[in-house]
T-cell receptor, first 113, second 114 residues
């Protein structure tokens, strides 16, 4: 069974640009959540999607958005990139809406220059 | 808001020695997760604990959740170089509309000396 797949693995963008990251959950999993990891703030929750609906959102500005498709694949978008957005972005998948094991992908390393 | 405190922040042990990492919460935990991370890579799922007093093992790693569900410990027996990495505990404080917002500790960096 394939794990959580995130693409691309690495990205370099310029300030002011926008970026879209993709996450394909484990087959059969319908919940996808996104996290940002930085050396200073650690791992922080961005948002979670289930059945194409955002179920919860963390404390991030509106420049961070996401969506989920009918096949449970999810994308997150960051507009008007800032230097501080440089981070490892991780997505996690779990089967549904109950407390369950959450499996993470390898992450996308975003560098904003 | 819920906070997770991990201790120690870093740990250096001799290969073959046992070690313990602790994770303490200020609130009741509804789900406690342990992950391992190699620098710059994704999180590898180790174990999830839900019930007070629960204990799970995988190979040489054992995790426990105390009865009051506010503290967990991760114990590694006979450590090996492959155990080196950053260990993170994550907790689900509650389900909100079915969403599981995990909060994480700051991590424990484990180094194994041969």
């Amino acid at each position: 069974k394939a794990g959580v797949t995130q693409t691309p693995r690495y990205l370099i963008k310029t300030r002011g640009q926008q970026v879209t990251l993709s996450c394909s959950p484990i087959s059969g999993h319908r919940s996808v959540s996104w996290y940002q990891q930085t050396p200073g703030q650690g791992l922080q929750f961005l948002f979670e999607y289930f059945s194409e609906t955002q179920r919860n959102k963390g404390n991030f500005p509106g420049r961070f958005s996401g969506r989920q498709f009918s096949n449970s694949r999810s994308e997150m978008n960051v507009s008007t990139l800032e230097l501080g957005d440089s981070a490892l972005y991780l997505c996690a998948s779990r089967p549904g809406t109950s407390v369950a094991e959450a499996f993470f992908g390898q992450g996308t390393r975003l560098t904003v220059v | 808001s819920q906070e997770l405190e991990q201790s120690p922040q870093s740990l250096i042990v001799q290969e073959g020695k046992n070690l313990t990492i602790n994770c303490t919460s200020s609130k009741t935990l509804y789900g406690l997760y342990w992950y391992k991370q190699k620098y710059g890579e994704g999180l590898i799922f180790l174990m999830m604990l839900q019930k007070g007093g629960e204990e799970k093992s995988h190979e040489k790693i054992t995790a426990k959740l105390d009865e009051k569900k506010q503290q967990s410990s991760l114990h590694i027996t006979a450590s090996q170089p492959s155990h080196a990495g950053i260990y993170l505990c994550g907790a689900a404080p509650a389900l909100i509309q079915g969403a599981q917002k995990l909060v994480f500790g700051q991590g424990t960096r484990l180094t194994i000396n041969p």
